[in-house]
């Protein structure tokens, strides 16, 4: 099923999350690291919903080392569950996609800072069984999405809105 290139343009970035008053800084202007001050590598507990390669790599040549940090990969099981760690020290960073965070600032208000975009992101997809055709036939069928309380759920609500489908009306459940 075709979503409007418009939509897609709302999710089509990944993020990297923090909470606003995180402390794990290194200061780049200056070269400065956890390690070169203390002598100790900074923990640093972070949360994906896979192993990237970037993160594969820079750990396996030393580089989140060489900047002073001692980084531990967390799968992030949901995105509900990952926010809710990074919210509350469970992980110190995240990356993930950038609709839930931006989801979760500007419609929950919640406390995350969006610190950069890692890439282009997923292409968003709504999938059926073969025999349902169009988003019209969605009408009486429950739906998942990753998270009730996410970005695309969101955006999902909007494109069954343009069908003529609302989740007040019963048209759908999830």
């Known amino acids: 099923m075709h979503i409007p290139y418009c939509l897609r343009l709302v999710a089509a970035a990944a993020a990297v999350a923090l909470p606003r008053d995180s402390t794990a800084s290194t200061n780049a202007s200056t070269n400065v690291t956890a390690a070169s001050v203390t002598g100790k590598l900074l923990k640093i507990n972070y949360g994906a919903f896979t192993q990237t390669a970037t993160y594969s790599v820079a750990n396996q040549l030393g580089g989140f080392q060489a900047y002073g940090l001692n980084a531990t990969y967390f799968q992030v099981p ?95 459940t999830f």
Request: net charge negative.
């Open 78 to 172: 949901n995105s509900t569950y990952g926010h809710s760690q990074l919210l509350t020290g469970g992980y110190d960073i995240m990356t993930g996609a950038i609709d839930n965070a931006v989801n979760m600032c500007f419609n929950q208000q919640h406390p995350l800072a969006e610190t950069g975009q890692v890439d282009g992101g997923p292409e968003l997809t709504i999938a059926s069984i073969p025999s349902i055709t169009s988003i019209t036939q969605l009408k009486g069928k429950a739906l998942m999405v990753d998270s009730p309380v996410s970005g695309y759920e969101y955006i999902l609500r909007k494109v069954l809105a343009l069908y003529g489908l609302l989740l007040e009306n019963g048209d759908c």
